[in-house]
Structure formats: structure tokens, C-alpha cells
């Protein structure tokens, strides 16, 4: 990796961010591969800033899409984006290792932001399936501070995505 950003490739990424919305990971491969062959470190993480929020957007409509009608694009969409998000991760680590904990939690915080603003704007004045939604995430923190991971993880999907959909099964 070089010191110098590439100005053309932060643009794209400035472009593609206020887009809003999701991105088509074939389109964004095709876009890096017709790029520069070597990635600055402030590229590479701007890339991985961008892909973690790409991979919670494909996510989100994923698990919040219905059991009986799955979107399979969505679930497409996010393979590939794991293995781009896993990559540029580990070309960080590289460089700079003691970072992992900083970089594992913002990955973790740009992949729930989706799915949690999904869920808040789905639970909009339905003040039982807020407080119902709340008190699964209260109590699943609980249980995963005990431990209890697999019970955790039930109860926070249940909170978290409505009844019916690809998330909660």
C-alpha cells in the first residue's frame, strides 16, 4: 500500500455513499479491479468503511425479507460483500494489527445500523411491539453478559426482526 490517496477512487466511494441506498457488488468489484492495482491504507480503509455499510444494507433486506418470498438478491449481494469485507480487513490487519478490536467493532456497529433502523422504522407507532422489542434486547444483553450466547442471539433476532421473516427463522 502507498501513502498517497487516489483521488478518483475516494470520490467514487463519496458518490457511491450519497447514494443512499444499496450498491451491486459486481458493479463495485468491476469498479475496484478497472482501478489502480495497489490500494493506499486510507483507501483500503474508506473501501472497508464503505463495504461494511454496503454488507448491513444487503443484510438488512435479507433478514427482513419474508420466509415465503426470500430476496435472493439480497442474499447474493451479501457473499459478496463478506468476502470483500473479509479481505480488506485482513489487508488492514497487515498494516496496522493492533487495530483489530477498533476495526472489528466499527464493522459490527456499520452492519447493525440497517438493520436496526429497519426495525425502528417498522416498529413506527406500534408502542407494544416497541416495548416488546426493547425488553428482548434488554434482556438478551443480559444474558450474553452471563454467557449465555446462543440464548442471547435468539432473543436479540426476536427483538429485532418481525415475525415471518428470513432474520427470525
Known amino acids: ?95 496496522i494489527p493492533d487495530q483489530r478490536a477498533d476495526l472489528e467493532k466499527g464493522k459490527q456497529q456499520r452492519l447493525l445500523l440497517p438493520s436496526l433502523t429497519r426495525r425502528v422504522e417498522y416498529n413506527e407507532g406500534k408502542r407494544f411491539t416497541q416495548l416488546t422489542a426493547f425488553v428482548l434486547s434488554e434482556v438478551s444483553f443480559m444474558f450474553n453478559r452471563l454467557g449465555f450466547r446462543r440464548i442471547a442471539r435468539s432473543l436479540y433476532q426476536r427483538g429485532l426482526y418481525p415475525k415471518g421473516t428470513i432474520g427470525r427463522s
Open 1 to 95: 500500500m502507498e501513502n498517497e490517496p487516489d483521488h478518483d477512487l475516494m470520490t467514487q466511494l463519496e458518490v457511491l455513499a450519497n447514494k443512499g441506498g444499496g450498491v451491486r457488488f459486481p458493479d463495485f468489484a468491476r469498479m475496484i479491479v478497472d482501478g489502480q492495482a495497489e490500494m493506499t491504507l486510507s483507501e483500503c480503509y474508506e473501501t472497508f468503511n464503505f463495504a461494511c455499510d454496503q454488507l448491513g444494507f444487503w443484510e438488512a433486506e435479507w433478514c427482513f425479507s419474508p420466509v415465503n418470498s426470500p430476496n435472493h438478491t439480497a442474499e447474493l449481494e451479501v457473499k459478496g460483500w463478506e468476502i470483500l469485507c473479509q479481505n480488506l480487513f485482513n489487508s488492514l490487519l497487515e498494516h
